[in-house]
């Protein structure tokens, strides 16, 4: 089944997502019945020879597998629809598969190779089945962004385009398997939506792969696409990377557009590549970089970023003789209301992050640890930036060109649907009061943000809450980074090991984890890369972050590439898919 669907088709996906337990999650039945409803119908299992080839798979060695006309694209597309068939109803990664639409751009791209003959040429990510995450727009599916508001029968966000990260990944030929589940609007750690219920961690499906882009860090990570986006707007690409042992990428802010992708908070929302190497996200990062005339953060970005292709910067000695800082409030986090993120970091995450410091300096880098470099003071400063008075401005945007022509702004849903939209996405409480982060619990919020909706282009207090706090911040990164004489940053991508959502939800709680430290990256816009380092003794990963300063993302890709090179560090996963653990990756 497509989830190109008549709107009457998606009754039963909006009508089970909204059947609620005391936890708020969707019950089994209905988590069930949303299955069914959105996840294609069994193709033919892929035979187990195809294995030995496919996973584990780079977007080189599927070429080179395309190039010796071992597999055609329809046969490779077939087999990741396979796998999502028989390993989606324990994970759950997968919101929306797209069978119908990913098999006729296989189809496509077999004949026009044929019909090329010996002259066919391939365009960079030709013939790879990819997924997309769920708040980014994909013309003629329904763009969730996780929320069951979006699925009301007849009234459904079915994407009248595509975004343009979106058009641009299939201009380079990727094949677009489907949406990837998210928790509602990305405003969560966690990965629980109202559209499709729980995601389940690849390693462990107990276990929880983080949000608010778990669906595509576990869709990647066992081997269910070749790679896929995220996006990010405090932590939510790097964090779930994180859980799964996969790469993720946060470009410098205006790198790539955000256009077409229901906002979080817009002017700190971001969205990047995700692949279980760090060349395949040099390749697509190639393919989604660029200046778009609907994200005003674009503009100039070709001017200011390092020449492309990112590929080019992949050295396996690219670290060596490099300095690299750990920031101190990432070490010792403040309480809440303090300077740190108010997430402490768990003892046994600070072991795993010295032995990759170790593996670092192994690999001919220089580790600088002192108090004075990024202390709490920084972290307030980078928390100045003040977003939340424009909130609803980035999701008029959105809904402007890339609503169903029943709503194109917050008002024009109001009205059809008679229900306010929420105030994780307008910004406005259902007391009347501006709307905050989504964050760890506990975590310090911004100052006072001025009361009522605001317009950034018109807004006469906008250098003051906004621009200057941002400039003020980048230019204390910049300075620390220069006092020290750093080429850049490491430190924890996440606070803690995966935490274990099942046994949270059957002691009546609701898992809210793990947490990260990691938003002040979206403060400043500079760039950032989680990349695998380890394992903890319980089998989960653990990942190193890198960052850097604005518009060195070519750089940076190439340190991470050199110490995953060094430290191969990636395991796969070995996938359940008994009825036990069925149950376990659906339901508290």
């Not at 010792?332 to 032995?355: D, I, V």
């Not at 939800?505 to 947490?515: E, F, I, Q, V």
Request: hydrophobic residues 40%; contains cysteine; aromatic residues 8%.
């Amino acid at each position: 089944m497509s989830t190109r669907l008549t709107r009457r088709e998606f009754v039963g996906a909006a009508t089970a997502a909204s059947l609620p337990l005391i936890t708020g999650l969707p019950s089994l039945a209905g988590a069930e019945r949303a299955t069914e409803a959105v996840v294609a119908p069994t193709p033919s299992l892929a035979p187990d020879a195809m294995d030995h080839d496919m996973l584990e798979i780079t977007v080189d060695g599927l070429h080179a597998l395309y190039d010796a006309k071992k597999y055609t694209v329809t046969e490779v597309t077939k087999y990741y629809l396979a796998r999502i068939a028989r390993y989606n109803p324990v994970y759950r990664a997968i919101l929306h598969t797209d069978t119908a639409g990913a098999l006729k751009t296989a189809a496509a791209q077999d004949a026009a190779a044929k019909a090329g003959g010996a002259r066919f040429k391939r365009t960079a990510l030709w013939g790879v089945p990819i997924v997309i995450k769920a708040n980014t727009s994909v013309k003629g599916m329904v763009t969730s962004a996780g929320w069951s508001g979006y699925l009301i029968p007849g009234l459904e966000l079915i994407a009248p385009q595509d975004a343009p990260v979106v058009a641009k990944l299939r201009a380079a030929g990727a094949v677009i398997l489907g949406h990837t589940n998210m928790p509602d609007f990305a405003a969560s750690d966690t990965n629980m939506s109202t559209a499709f219920g729980r995601t389940g961690n690849a390693y462990n499906p107990r276990f929880s792969p983080g949000g608010s882009s778990g669906g595509t860090v576990t869709a990647v990570t066992a081997n269910l696409c070749v790679l896929g986006t995220g996006t990010d707007t405090a932590n939510s690409i790097r964090m779930p990377a994180a859980t799964s042992c996969v790469v993720g990428v946060l470009p410098t802010r205006g790198l790539v557009s955000i256009a077409g992708i229901q906002p979080l908070d817009w002017l700190r929302d971001n969205t990047g590549p995700i692949a279980r190497d760090v060349r395949d996200t040099a390749i697509a990062l190639t393919v989604m970089a660029g200046e778009d005339s609907k994200d005003f953060q674009t503009k100039g970005s070709a001017a200011q970023a390092e020449a492309g292709p990112y590929t080019n910067y992949l050295k396996s000695d690219a670290i060596k003789g490099k300095r690299f800082g750990v920031p101190a409030f990432m070490m010792t986090p403040a309480a809440p209301g303090g300077g740190g993120g108010g997430t402490p970091l768990q003892p046994e995450t600070r072991e795993q992050f010295m032995k990759a410091l170790d593996e670092l300096r192994n690999a001919g880098a220089t580790v600088v640890i002192d108090d004075n470099l990024l202390p709490s003071s920084f972290a307030a400063l980078a928390r100045m930036v003040g977003t939340r008075p424009y909130t609803a401005e980035g999701t008029e945007l959105f809904l402007k060109d890339f609503g169903p022509p029943e709503y194109h702004s917050i008002e024009e849903y109001e009205q059809v649907m008679g229900t306010p939209m929420p105030g994780t996405v307008t910004g406005i409480q259902a007391g009347g009061g501006r709307g905050g982060r989504a964050g760890a619990p506990g975590a310090p919020t911004p100052p006072a943000a001025p009361a009522g909706p605001k317009q950034l282009e018109t807004d006469p207090a906008a250098d003051s809450t906004y621009f200057a706090p941002q400039r003020a911040a980048v230019a204390a990164y910049n300075a620390a980074l220069d006092q020290f004489k750093l080429d850049g940053l490491v430190y924890p991508a996440i606070q803690m090991p995966p935490n274990d959502e099942i046994a949270a939800l059957a002691n009546g709680g609701r898992s809210s984890g793990p947490h990260s430290d990691t938003g002040w990256v979206n403060d400043i816009g500079v760039p950032a890369i989680s990349v695998p380092a380890g394992f903890y003794d319980s089998g989960l990963p653990f990942n190193l972050e890198f960052s850097a300063k604005r518009w060195r993302d070519g750089d940076l890709i190439g340190w991470v590439y050199s110490f995953e090179q060094a430290t191969h560090a990636r395991k796969p996963p070995v996938l359940q898919e008994n009825s036990n653990h069925r149950r376990a990756a659906s339901t508290p």
